[in-house]
């Protein structure tokens, strides 16, 4: 998905990214031809520039060519193996005394991770857009603990050192620098937002009305103990004496969140016939607040993902294109070596003279088998004559046939 372009000019040159790794909606608003056509600019740059653009790409386009593609691969391995040392090292048996291993390879990976974001920083095309970027923030949050720990006196016993090692965990979401499936899924939701917003809202103004509902159903089958300050369920019911699980309205809000989102934990439930029916109309009024934002938010992916898809497919024309090109330009090369004294326009003539003379062989050669194929056939029907004739017998016939015709598998009879 991304590309860089440098606009260069006589006393300064700016690199610029055409579909920034750092601002996902940049992809949406460049078009192939302007890449193309911002692609050829930069043969005009210095060789340094060229360099820092190579390495660029190389680092944040895992697509742009096949060695860029293996790097990424290999960053993702390393990756999935941070976060399964990060959790590994949650274990009760490795929690007081963890391997040396852990420490040697989460050192190896944080060099890894450190030599490439300084790379990307130093080679970036526009240092604004990188502060900015989130994905750049999460790589560095995935290293600060490490040196934190290592540097900090008596770090890894300080409390917020160790809230601040939760950061690891976010290396998970590097994957979406070079996965198509994160970006489009982070799309999805930054122009769906006023959608849910809206199902926010509603799901808010529901559990409002139906834990009041709940609280009020439930005091049918509970009073309030002046004693404890609570509310307890009566003496003639299943849980006689014990507390209600309904407080307050705020209290319900757990209740009716779990229920609202078709989750049932189970752990509060109403007694009451009135407040089994109010849960009834919950989980019910739930699931249609629910299933208008999910609905919003498939067909917005869908629709993020065919126009992906139809972006792939420009791209791809657009490399055959240029792969034409090259090749007209190698003919041109060939044509220039091989008739070196004539003029462009007389090479091409003698190019489609070649060209001629080739498919006129070719259609002698099958004229000639087509006369060898007719003669066989004539000699076939002779032999078939022959064979039909009772006045000839066999050893004549025999006499007949020479070594061609057997050759030949003549007269094709088994």
């Known amino acids: ?40 600019k930069r043969k005009s740059q210095n060789p340094f520039i060229r360099a820092r653009n190579k390495i660029w790409i190389f680092l944040d386009v895992p697509s742009s060519s096949r060695p860029a593609t293996v790097w990424g691969v290999f960053i993702i391995l390393l990756i999935i193996l941070s976060i399964l040392i990060f959790m590994l090292e949650t274990l009760p048996e490795y929690y007081l005394d963890p391997p040396s291993a852990f420490f040697i390879i989460e050192t190896v990976v944080v060099i890894i991770f450190t030599i490439e974001f300084v790379g990307r920083f130093l080679t970036t095309p526009s240092y604004k857009r990188f502060v900015f970027g989130i994905l750049n923030w999460i790589d560095f949050l995935s ?22 090692r939760l950061a690891r965990v976010f290396r998970i979401f590097k994957l979406g620098r070079y996965q198509e499936g994160f970006t489009l899924f982070y799309l999805t939701f930054r122009y769906s ?7 926010i809202c509603f799901l808010v103004l529901g559990m409002v009305i139906f834990s009041s509902f709940m609280f009020y159903a439930e005091q049918t089958y509970a009073h309030f103990d002046d004693d404890e300050e609570q509310w307890t369920y009566n003496d003639d019911t299943d849980l006689a004496g014990e507390k209600s699980f309904f407080q307050s309205i705020p209290h319900t809000f757990w209740w009716c969140i779990v229920t ?3 989750v049932g934990y189970g752990d509060t439930y109403p007694i009451s016939p009135l407040g089994k029916l109010v849960a009834g109309i919950t989980f019910l009024g739930g699931l249609a607040i629910i299933a208008f934002p999910i609905a919003i938010l498939g067909s917005k992916f869908l629709e993020l993902y065919l126009e992906a898809e139809a972006k792939k497919k420009k ?35 003698l190019l489609w003279k070649a060209l001629i003379d080739e498919e006129v062989t070719k259609l002698e050669n099958k004229v000639e088998t087509l006369k060898k194929q007719a003669k066989t056939i004539d000699r076939a029907l002779q032999l078939f004559d022959w064979e039909r004739n009772p006045a000839m017998i066999d050893v004549e016939f025999v006499r007949k046939l020479s070594a061609a015709d057997k050759e030949a598998n003549l007269p094709f009879k088994s």
């Open 260 to 262: 609202m989102t078709t």
């Open 315 to 349: 791209r791809q024309l657009a490399k055959l294109h240029k792969l034409e090109e090259n090749n007209m330009q190698s003919e041109d090369e060939k044509l220039a070596e091989t008739y070196p004294f004539f003029p462009e326009p007389v090479r091409k003539l």
């Open 143 to 164: 290293i600060l603990p490490y040196y934190i720990e290592l540097f900090v006196a008596g770090g890894p016993g300080l409390t917020w050192v160790r809230v601040l």
């Open 193 to 199: 937002i006023s959608t849910l917003a809206l199902g």
């Open 1 to 40: 998905f991304f590309f860089v372009a440098m606009e260069s000019s006589s006393d300064d040159i700016e690199l610029e990214p055409m579909v920034g790794g750092s601002s996902p909606e940049g992809s949406q608003e460049q078009s192939e031809s302007e890449d193309l056509n911002k692609a050829k």
